[in-house]
């Protein structure tokens, strides 16, 4: 007898802390409270931005302020440095947790 009868898998994935906050508590964070919660707080490591067409949009903190950590920074420089960002810019995001790994290649 063979003990791969005994071995099981074990898989697991990290999860956001954006995604276990409700829908309430974003779009208070987004019309301007600022609620410590995973879309608000200062040691989030993602910003969101709604557009006009309602639709949410991550970005990276890091990406668009360096800035020391746990400062809020005005709604209004967020959304500047977001537009000053280089259009033809290559960005690589890797991300990996939960003995999963994905990676991506974005240009602009």
Same mark, same amino acid.
């Given at each position: 007898?063979?003990?791969?009868?005994?071995?099981?898998?074990?898989?697991?994935?990290?999860?956001?802390?954006?995604?276990s906050n409700s829908e309430s508590e974003s779009q208070s964070c987004l019309? @301007?409270?600022?609620?410590?919660?995973?879309?608000?707080?200062?040691?989030? $490591? +993602?910003?969101?931005?709604?557009? =006009?067409?309602?639709?949410?949009?991550?970005?990276?903190?890091?990406?668009?302020?360096?800035?020391?950590? @746990?400062?809020?920074?005005?709604?209004?420089?967020?959304?500047?440095?977001? $537009? +000053?960002?280089?259009?033809?810019? =290559?960005?690589?995001?890797?991300?990996?947790?939960g003995g999963h790994f994905a990676g991506a290649v974005f240009r602009g």
């Open positions: 007898k063979t003990q791969a009868d005994d071995v099981s898998s074990i898989s697991g994935s990290d999860s956001s802390d954006c995604e019309n @301007g409270e600022r609620k410590r919660t995973g879309y608000c707080n200062p040691r989030s $490591q +993602r910003i969101l931005f709604k557009n =006009s067409e309602a639709q949410l949009i991550s970005v990276f903190r890091c990406v668009l302020l360096n800035t020391t950590k @746990g400062s809020f920074e005005e709604p209004a420089d967020l959304v500047a440095s977001l $537009q +000053r960002q280089n259009p033809r810019i =290559s960005w690589v995001i890797l991300m990996a947790g």
